[in-house]
């Protein structure tokens, strides 16, 4: 198992921008996949991004463009830097790792709103 820790979250304007952090308890480089989920009060978890350990990213359709998903093996940490931000990205972000099943961070709260 893996133990994730997010940060980064907070209350933006629309328009804005804000990177999220995943820092795992150990080395990543091991990891298949890492990555991105959201939800959003009476909504469902949905995907946002994903990194694989060679470093191919998936977007969900709404955020290409906009947000984007990397990895520093060194740090141990996965990255979401997410700009142009929309009222409707509000949402608890939560990290996944996918070690032994999936394992998922606490989460981090973002908000976007005027």
């Known amino acids: 198992q893996v133990q994730l820790v997010e940060s980064g979250g907070d209350l933006v304007q629309p328009g804005g921008s804000l990177r999220l952090s995943c820092a795992a308890s150990g080395s990543i480089v091991s990891i298949s996949v890492m990555g991105w989920y959201r939800q959003a009060p009476g909504k469902q978890r949905e995907p946002v991004a994903t990194?694989?350990?060679?470093?191919?990213?998936w977007y969900l359709g709404s955020v290409k463009g906009r947000f984007t998903i990397s990895r520093d093996n060194a740090k141990n940490t996965v990255y979401l830097q997410m700009n142009t931000l929309k009222p409707e990205d509000t949402a608890v972000y939560l990290c996944f790792a996918d070690k032994y099943g999936r394992n998922w961070g606490q989460g981090t709260q973002v908000t976007v709103s005027s």
């Open positions: 990194i694989s350990s060679g470093g191919s990213t």
